[in-house]
């Protein structure tokens, strides 16, 4: 079974197109204004009507309130919520159940206790995403920030709900990151694009048919 791909913070129709073509499992958009990937609803509404029912298609949210999953979701439709902030386990579950999506939480992994984070929301959440911690540094978004994490962190576990790895992912280290970290699915963002929020069509395919080599 191949590699399960997301290629997340898409904003354009052809970039959107070329994940879709080359075989992308997920498609991402960012709703968190601050990062070069923002789309807004009603731009993404326009975006998504394309997609084919066989591609999953996830909005990213940064401790969204309800009022903007609502009017989010109301105009797109989409399939599932990746919440990327600081949203505990009471708060996923309550988004999960108000809105009748299957939710995504991302854990931030910077040192081994990061890791056991992952366990508060086994009961929250649908799947889970380990990411990198973001840079110290006034600029650092919550995900997106081209920057690897330890993969041995993961090396050896297993958890009971499905689960990608972020964070940094390139053409160049993806074979070791799934090699290391036994990861079913991975999510790539800023490792097919030309400059911050810039996709490339051509990385995104070799991305995508890399990736389908591997798992």
């Not at 996830?58 to 609502?70: E, K, N, Q, R, W």
């Not at 988004?95 to 366990?119: H, N, T, Y």
């Not at 380990?130 to 330890?150: C, H, I, M, S, T």
């Amino acid at each position: 079974m191949s590699l399960g791909v997301k290629i997340c913070g898409l904003s354009t129709e052809e970039t959107l197109d070329a994940a879709i073509v080359a075989g992308a499992a997920m498609v991402g958009f960012v709703f968190y204004p601050p990062s070069p990937r923002a789309v807004t609803p009603e731009q993404a509404a326009r975006l998504v009507r394309p997609v084919p029912s066989t591609v999953t298609k996830v909005g990213l949210f940064v401790d969204p309130d309800d009022a903007l999953l609502d009017r989010t979701l109301t105009l797109t439709g989409l399939d599932m919520i990746q919440l990327h902030g600081m949203e505990p386990p009471e708060r996923v579950a309550q988004i999960r159940e108000r809105f009748r999506r299957p939710v995504m939480k991302a854990i931030r992994i910077g040192s081994a206790p990061d890791v056991e984070l992952g366990q508060r929301y086994l009961g929250a959440a649908d799947r889970l995403l380990f990411d990198a911690q973001p840079p110290k540094r006034p600029d650092a978004l919550p995900g997106g920030n081209g920057e690897p994490f330890d993969w041995s962190l993961l090396a050896g576990r297993s958890w009971p709900l499905p689960w990608m790895l972020s964070g940094g992912l390139t053409l160049a280290n993806i074979a070791q990151a799934v090699r290391i970290t036994g990861a079913p699915a991975i999510d790539v963002s800023s490792g097919v694009e030309t400059s911050p929020g810039i996709k490339d069509v051509g990385l995104i395919r070799d991305f995508i048919a890399l990736a389908r080599t591997l798992g």
